[in-house]
T-cell receptor, first 115, second 114 residues
Framework: SAVISQKPSRDICQRGTSLTIQCQVD?????MFWYRQQPGQSLTLIAT?????????ESGFVIDKFPISRPNLTFSTLTVSNMSPEDSSIYLC????????????FGPGTRLTVL | AQSVTQPDIHITVSEGASLELRCNYS??????LFWYVQSPGQGLQLLLK??????LVQGIKGFEAEFKRSQSSFNLRKPSVHWSDAAEYFC????????????FGAGTILRVKS
């Protein structure tokens, strides 16, 4: 299994500002995923972050709004830029232990509220 | 495109009663299918998964699920529900080359009454 931590666990932000969310894994992993869970809704994949390459974004998500860094095999950040109240969500990172694994481990999530 | 439908938003069952949560998927190939549970204030935990072999899959906490290709379904069951099972349950299909890009259903909130 993998132990995943996220920082911050929650935050309240003003519209127009940006927040960077960190995801730390206790083992080296090739792939990391970022998901968004809007209030009362399901999880939606934002992007796939591989170390050493540009993140791959899903339809409806763009790099300017959600820039991602992946500096090494245990760490990634997701920035929510120029926030609006519609960005209020729980943001989760997840990892498969191996790239070919279909089982994933999820972080505890970052609960973001934008006023 | 892949999609997952969980038709029941809320389900209430009595403690000790049996449970079935419905899940239907749309996917062009043999799917990777998952059930996750999310308890209040906690992260997602994998209950069970299916990608080949026996269509009846056993998971943790006494849960099982049955893959029915003809019905495009992957329903979750438990013979006797405990109060601690109250949570939100998500069905997901795995997309991408390795099936690890998850497409989630809307979730079913399970309430357990004593």
């Amino acid at each position: 299994s993998a132990v995943i931590s996220q920082k911050p666990s929650r935050d309240i932000c003003q519209r127009g500002t940006s927040l960077t969310i960190q995801c730390q894994v206790d083992s080296q992993v090739t792939m990391m995923f970022w998901y968004r869970q809007q209030p009362g809704q399901s999880l939606t994949l934002i992007a796939t972050a591989n170390q050493g390459s540009e993140a791959t974004y899903e339809s409806g998500f763009v790099i300017d709004k959600f820039p991602i860094s992946r500096p090494n095999l245990t760490f990634s950040t997701l920035t929510v830029s120029n926030m609006s109240p519609e960005d209020s969500s729980i943001y989760l990172c997840s990892v498969p232990l191996r790239e070919s694994d279909n089982e994933q481990f999820f972080g505890p999530g970052t609960r973001l509220t934008v006023l | 495109a892949q999609s997952v439908t969980q038709p029941d938003i809320h389900i209430t069952v009595s403690e000790g009663a049996s449970l079935e949560l419905r899940c239907n998927y749309s996917y062009g190939a043999t799917p990777y299918l998952f059930w996750y549970v999310q308890s209040p204030g906690q992260g997602l935990q994998l209950l069970l998964k299916y990608f080949s072999g026996d269509t009846l899959v056993q998971g943790i906490k006494g849960f099982e699920a049955e893959f029915k290709r003809s019905q495009s379904s992957f329903n979750l069951r438990k013979p006797s529900v405990h109060w601690s099972d109250a949570a939100e349950y998500f069905c997901a299909v795995g997309a991408g080359e390795y099936g690890n890009k998850l497409v989630f259903g809307a979730g079913t909130i399970l309430r357990v009454k004593s």
